[in-house]
């Protein structure tokens, strides 16, 4: 399996914008993970899709979108036009869940879903055919800076039994010790927001997550 780091820029320097993805892209980042709160889905508000189409113009690297939003099917569009290559998206959100992937395939874009801790990985058993990845969240989504659970373990290992080929991400608490744990249990796709930008050297960070993560 490939391993891939995706920089989180919810804690990047949102005054420099520009300036944190070059780090990203400089880095080696595989993908850039963007993170979308609605203040509904989650107690929180981020960026929306104006945001992602400017830095989609100053960056080549792949754009992962994290859409912890209560409906994302009405904004599928919005985000695909905005630069969106992989579109994440919850089991627990409002919209129907088969027909928000649909769209997002109909519109060329990669489709993934997303569970939160305490959702049982079963609930994406269902739509893997369709998936490009699957999203097993490793902190509670909303807040960037929380504390790695190890509990959620035991979903991606199952996930990685029946699943041997497919991309499966982590998100929440990744730093260069954490990412041992989540690759050993079988994730290949590493969010990471403060490991990387809090970081001295976020380049370095990058490429010490990837050697960590094998
Ligand atoms: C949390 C977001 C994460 C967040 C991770 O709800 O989905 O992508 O940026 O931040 P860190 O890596 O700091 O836990
Ligand atoms: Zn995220």
């Given at each position: 399996m490939d391993i891939k780091i995706s920089p989180s820029m919810l804690a990047s320097d949102y005054a420099n914008l520009q300036t944190e993805l070059e780090k990203c892209e400089k880095g080696g980042a595989d993908l850039i993970h963007l993170d979308v709160m609605d203040g509904h889905f989650v107690p929180n508000i981020s960026i929306g899709a104006p945001v992602?189409?400017?830095?989609?113009?100053?960056?080549?690297?792949?754009?992962?979108?994290?859409?912890?939003?209560?409906?994302p099917l009405f904004y599928i569009e919005d985000f695909v036009k905005a630069g969106a290559d992989i579109i994440t998206f919850?089991?627990?959100?409002?919209?129907?869940?088969?027909?928000?992937?649909?769209?997002?395939?109909?519109?060329?874009?990669?489709?993934?879903l997303a569970v939160k801790p305490n959702t049982p990985i079963e609930d994406v058993f269902p739509y893997l055919d369709k998936l490009s990845m699957v999203l097993v969240m490793t902190v509670e989504p909303g807040f960037g800076g929380q504390s790695f659970m190890e509990s959620t373990m035991p979903k991606i290992k199952l996930l990685r039994e029946k699943c041997p080929n497919l991309d499966i991400q982590v998100d929440g608490g990744i730093n260069t010790d954490t990412v041992k744990i989540a690759g050993r249990a079988g994730a290949n796709v590493f969010v990471a927001g403060s490991a990387v930008f809090k970081s001295d050297n976020p380049a370095q960070t990058i490429q010490m997550l990837k050697e960590n993560a094998r």
């Open positions: 992602i189409a400017a830095m989609k113009k100053v960056c080549k690297v792949p754009f992962d979108v994290h859409l912890m939003i209560s409906d919850h089991t627990e959100c409002d919209s129907d869940i088969n027909a928000t992937i649909d769209k997002i395939i109909s519109l060329g874009c990669k489709a993934a």
